[in-house]
C-alpha cells in the first residue's frame, strides 16, 4: 500500500495500466501524468493510445521517463526553428507544403512523424519494454483497428493522422486516419489487465464568451471535441476507469505545438490530482 504520495510502490501493490488520450498539442498534458507515475515508483503493466496519446505512451513504453519527454518535446515541437529545421530534413515534398502555406489534409505524417520522435523509440513494437495498443480508425471499415505488433512508426502515424491536418495512413491495405475519432480516451482496451486503470481525458472542448462565432477551422475542431466527448460520456457510463483525470487544456488548439510551455504550465495541477487519486485508489484496493 502507498503511504503518501511521495512513497515509490512496492511490488505487493496493485497493478496499473493507462490510457492516454488524444488532443494534439492538448496532449502535451501527457508528460505531467508520466512524470507523476515515475515519481510514484509506478511502472504500468500496460499502456493505451489514441494520436498524441499513442506517441507519448509510445515514449513511455520505450522506457523514457517524463523528464525526458518533456525535454525532447520542448526542443523540438516547442521550437519553431526547430520545426523549421526537421521539415527542411525532409525536402522538398514537406517543406514545399509549409512554406506555400496550409491546405487541408496535405501533410504526409508518415514522413513527418520519425523526424520528431525521440530515436529510442523503436520502428518495431516487439522492441518496446512495456505493452502498448495504439489505436487507430479504418476509414471504411468504419471500425477501431488496434495496432499492438509490427511497424510502430505506422502505427503511430495513423493513430495521429488527423483528416484536417494529414493525409490517412494504410496499413495492411487499409485506410487508417486518426484513433481518437473513433476512441478518445481508450480506457475500455485496458480493463481486465490491471488493477487500476486510468484514463486521461485532453479533449477539451470548445472555449470561448459563447457569443463569438468561431472561425471555420475552430468550428471544425470543436465539432470534433464535442463528437469525441460524446462518445467519451457514453464510454463513461458502459464502464468507466479507476481513474479519469481532465487537465485544463480548452484554452489550447489541436495545433498549439508551439505553446508547450504554456500547455504544460496550464496543466500542471493535474500531477497532484493524479497522485491524490492513486493514493485513494490504492487506500481503497488495500482495504478490499
Request: glycine share 10%.
Amino acid at each position: 500500500m502507498m503511504q503518501g504520495l511521495e512513497t515509490v510502490k512496492k511490488s505487493a501493490d496493485p497493478t496499473v495500466a493507462v490510457a492516454f488520450g488524444g488532443g494534439g498539442a492538448r496532449g502535451l498534458a501527457h508528460i505531467h501524468v508520466i512524470e507523476a507515475l515515475d515519481e510514484l515508483g509506478i511502472r504500468p503493466v500496460a499502456i493505451a493510445g489514441s494520436s498524441i496519446g499513442a506517441i507519448m505512451g509510445a515514449g513511455m513504453a520505450a522506457g523514457l521517463s517524463g523528464a525526458e519527454i518533456r525535454e525532447h518535446t520542448i526542443a523540438t515541437v516547442g521550437r519553431r526553428k526547430e520545426i523549421v529545421n526537421r521539415l527542411w530534413s525532409l525536402r522538398p515534398s514537406s517543406f514545399t507544403q509549409v512554406t506555400k502555406g496550409f491546405r487541408v489534409g496535405q501533410f504526409n505524417i508518415e514522413r513527418i512523424l520519425p523526424a520528431f520522435l525521440p530515436e529510442s523509440v523503436p520502428k518495431d513494437f516487439g522492441d518496446l519494454k512495456l505493452a502498448l495498443k495504439v489505436m487507430t480508425t479504418d476509414y471504411y471499415g468504419q471500425a477501431e483497428r488496434v495496432c499492438q505488433s509490427g511497424d510502430l512508426h505506422q502505427a503511430l502515424a495513423a493513430s495521429a493522422a488527423l483528416p484536417a491536418v494529414f493525409m490517412p495512413v494504410r496499413i495492411d491495405g487499409r485506410v487508417m486516419i486518426d484513433g481518437g475519432l473513433y476512441n478518445p480516451v481508450p480506457f475500455d482496451h485496458l480493463t481486465g489487465l490491471a488493477d487500476i486503470v486510468i484514463g486521461v481525458d485532453v479533449v477539451g472542448g470548445p472555449d470561448g464568451d459563447g457569443e463569438t462565432m468561431p472561425s471555420w477551422i475552430d468550428s471544425l475542431f470543436g465539432a470534433s471535441q464535442l463528437m469525441m466527448q460524446s462518445i467519451i460520456a457514453m464510454k463513461m457510463k458502459a464502464h468507466p476507469p479507476d481513474i479519469l483525470v481532465r487537465p485544463e487544456v480548452n484554452r489550447f488548439r489541436v495545433m498549439d505545438f508551439l505553446k508547450a510551455q504554456d500547455v504544460l504550465a496550464a496543466t500542471a495541477p493535474v500531477k497532484d490530482e493524479l497522485k491524490a487519486a492513486l493514493d485513494a485508489a490504492f487506500e481503497a484496493k488495500s482495504r478490499a
